[in-house]
Each structure stands twice: as C-alpha cells, then as structure tokens.
C-alpha cells in the first residue's frame, strides 16, 4: 500500500495513526473519524482509501465525487490526471472522472483476476494474476502497447504522463512509450535489482534492494540520478511532476525536485520534508 503519493502540485502521506498530511497545494478530505490505509495524488485531486474498504476523496479543495462499489470493498486505489480507478476486492477495477481518452472504460480481462493498477495522465494500466499487463486509454505513444516481457512476469507496473514501466520478477526495469528525457531507459543498477519503481510526468524512478533509489529521465541538478540516505534506508518511493519523494526506514520522507506550491518542501535536493511530530506509518518492503 502506498503511504506517500507525489500529484502535480502537492503531496500526501499517512501518519502511523492513520490520519492524512498533505504539503503543497491541496488539503486532506475529512475522514470522519477512520484511518487512511493508502493514498492517491492526481493532478488536481486526491484519494484516500480507508481501513473499512471505502474511499474519500477531494477535487480542487471539494470532495470528490466516488462512485458506488456496491457490496464489494476497494483495495487498491490509483489517482491519474483526471480520473480514477479502483481495484475491488473480487478482482474487478472500477474507473471514474475524465474519460476523453477512454481512461476509464475498463477492458475485458478474460476472466483473470486484476492484483494492481495504475493510472497515467490520460492512460491506466492492470497487473493481471498471470503476470501479464493490459492497458488502455490514450496511446499516442505506444504507451498502452504492452511489450514482449519474454519469459519474465511482470510484479508492479506505474503509469507516468506519456509512458509506463514495468518492474519484473527477476529485478529488472522495463519502460515503454513516450521516451523524450530517457525516461524508458532504465539504467543499469549494478548488480542490484529494483523492488520498486515509481512513473512521474518526465522521470522514473526504482527503489533497489540497498535501500537506495535511482531515477532517469528528465534531471536538473535538484533532481539527481541516484539517491541515498546516509545509515538510513529508502523503503517506499513516489514521482510526482518533476519531483521524487522517499519514505524512509525511520518514518521520514526525503523529498527532491520542483518545488513551485512547497509540495517537496525545498527548492534542493534531497532533502527532509519537515515532519515534526510526524510517524510516517512503515512500508513493507516488496
């Protein structure tokens, strides 16, 4: 479950007692009351999922409009430009918001079960149970034509404004799409294997066993190839617009990037966002 989450202009994180921060230019809904399991930052709205299987949500400091799930409960959610998605827990996804591209019309998955999503400035994307990936929505670069992963299962994919990524079962990174920036490039980690991998408007982003995160794509000199943490280490990472964000393993997050609405909370990087008084609930490691 994603504890941090990088949109256009803001960020969001969940505390250890499942309340909601957010820095940058956006607020958190009113939960009334129940704790925040995983969070969604799009461009200009937010998702929240709850521990009872419901979500909340704002849209440019209103709350967001969610659709009815009926008698099934949301397990994962994921926030793209302009609309939503939802995985439920009988395996299906449910889509809502813009729909200009067909963002929103989910496909027919053969019968297989769906075990995570994610959703792009005008595209989404579905991790099946066998491993394979189905996309749709906007493909002005190829970035719903899912590639040849040979004998290799896909286990995440993330979605980014015009390409997608794919982290496969024996470590390795697999980009496709639009590749202005290298942002599909993804590099060599020597040795290392990526557990975790993050999409934003320009750049990519994998968290490596080390604990330390490497980014390529689209860089500045606040926005550096690779990362590390001191004695610390980075257990959860989220690529936002031009920015990166890293929760680290003693609850803290490490921000870098733009910083126009103090969404990474500095104009350098890396860098503490300021959390005092804040516990960054823990994330499990892949």
């Known amino acids: 479950m ?17 309340t909601v921060v957010s820095w940058g230019r956006n607020t958190p809904p009113d939960l009334g009351g129940r704790q925040a399991i995983q969070v969604a930052a799009g461009d200009s709205h937010l998702l929240v999922l709850l521990d009872d ?33 939802a995985l439920l827990d009988d395996g299906t996804v449910l889509g809502w918001g813009r729909n200009n ?59 980014g404004n015009r390409h997608s990524l794919a982290l496969l079962n024996d470590g390795s990174v697999v980009g496709w799409g639009y590749n202005g920036d290298g942002r599909c490039n993804s590099p060599d980690f020597e040795g290392k294997q990526a557990i975790q991998i993050a999409a934003g408007t320009r750049h990519s982003l994998a968290l490596l066993n080390d604990g330390s995160v490497v980014g390529w794509g689209w860089s500045t000199d606040a926005h550096p190839y690779t990362s590390n943490f001191g004695d ?42 300021p959390t005092t008084g804040w516990l960054i609930k823990s994330a499990a490691k892949r």
């Open 53 to 85: 299987g419901s979500i909340v949500g704002k849209k440019n400091k209103r709350q967001a409009d969610i659709p009815d799930f009926g008698e099934c409960k949301v397990v994962q959610i994921a926030a793209g430009g302009w609309h939503s998605l």
């Open 232 to 273: 610390k280490q980075a257990i959860q990472i989220a690529a936002g617009c031009f920015r990166s964000l890293a929760l680290l393993d003693d609850g803290s997050v490490v921000g870098w990037g733009i910083n126009n609405s103090g969404e990474s909370d500095n104009q350098q990087g890396p860098f503490l966002i």
């Open 101 to 159: 591209h067909r963002q929103t019309d989910i496909p027919d998955f053969g019968g297989k079960w769906v075990v995570q999503i994610a959703a792009g400035h005008f595209h989404s994307l579905a991790l099946l149970e066998d491993g394979s990936v189905v996309g749709w929505g906007r493909n002005n670069h190829g970035q719903t034509d899912i590639p040849d992963f040979g004998e290799c299962k896909v286990i995440q994919v993330a979605a």
């Open 2 to 18: 994603s504890v941090i989450s990088a949109g256009y202009e803001f960020s969001l994180g969940i505390l250890r007692n499942g």
